[in-house]
């Protein structure tokens, strides 16, 4: 009620201080310090509602891990017997899994490709001492942050210290951003 009461006397300010075309003219300090704070109120509740969302967030999110985890100690039981019973039983073989087929599903056990734990430095050293090259990625980028540094602006295009245009750079002017801190 307190938010609704707040509402009409902004609407009111508003009407008192707009002007024959209805728009709403800031030209005093009042008026400014009336805004900045209108403003700060309307952040202050949005910020709430965001709050509030993100808990509930968190709460369904551990609401989530509660049942898969239920669901984990309802299941694995069943699971690793059905695991032992697949392994007693005559099954069709492939070269990537082990199939059983029952009416209500199937039991799979599934070949996985190993895991390759890497040592880059190692690996890339290793490539070069075995002269194998084609192996390598080099990948080679500019490094921008040190080439704005020698770099000036001239209208929209970039140009180096000796004046020469550089090639693939596209100045583009942005408008300076309003902020309004409460």
């Given at each position: 009620?307190?938010r609704n009461i707040n509402l009409?006397?902004?609407?009111?300010?508003?009407?008192?201080?707009?002007?024959?075309?209805?728009?709403?003219?800031?030209?005093?300090?009042?008026?400014?310090?009336?805004?900045?704070?209108?403003?700060?109120?309307?952040?202050?509740?949005?910020?709430?509602?965001?709050?509030?969302?993100?808990?509930?967030?968190?709460?369904?999110?551990?609401?989530?891990r509660k049942e898969e985890e239920?669901?984990?100690?309802?299941?694995?039981?069943?699971?690793?017997?059905?695991?032992e019973y697949f392994l007693s039983?005559?099954?069709?073989?492939?070269?990537?899994?082990?199939?059983?087929?029952?009416?209500?599903?199937?039991?799979?056990?599934?070949?996985?490709?190993?895991?390759?734990?890497?040592?880059?430095?190692?690996?890339?050293?290793?490539?070069?001492?075995?002269?194998?090259?084609?192996?390598?990625?080099?990948?080679?980028?500019?490094?921008?942050?040190?080439?704005?540094?020698?770099?000036?602006?001239?209208?929209?295009?970039?140009?180096?210290?000796?004046?020469?245009?550089?090639?693939?750079?596209?100045?583009?002017?942005?408008?300076?951003?309003?902020?309004?801190?409460?």
């Amino acid at each position: 009620m307190e938010r609704n009461i707040n509402l009409e006397m902004a609407d009111d300010f508003i009407k008192e201080n707009s002007d024959e075309n209805n728009e709403f003219i800031i030209d005093n300090d009042e008026k400014a310090e009336w805004a900045l704070k209108k403003i700060a109120e309307e952040r202050k509740e949005a910020q709430r509602y965001i709050d509030v969302c993100r808990s509930m967030i968190l709460e369904y999110e551990e609401k989530i891990r509660k049942e898969e985890e239920r669901l984990n100690k309802k299941t694995s039981y069943l699971e690793s017997k059905l695991q032992e019973y697949f392994l007693s039983v005559k099954h069709k073989s492939t070269k990537t899994q082990k199939v059983y087929k029952l009416p209500s599903g199937t039991l799979k056990l599934r070949y996985r490709q190993p895991e390759f734990k890497r040592d880059e430095e190692k690996l890339l050293s290793w490539l070069k001492e075995n002269k194998m090259l084609d192996f390598i990625n080099v990948k080679e980028t500019p490094n921008w942050a040190e080439l704005k540094k020698n770099v000036k602006i001239s209208g929209n295009r970039a140009v180096a210290e000796d004046g020469q245009i550089v090639e693939g750079v596209e100045v583009i002017e942005r408008p300076p951003v309003f902020e309004i801190d409460t």
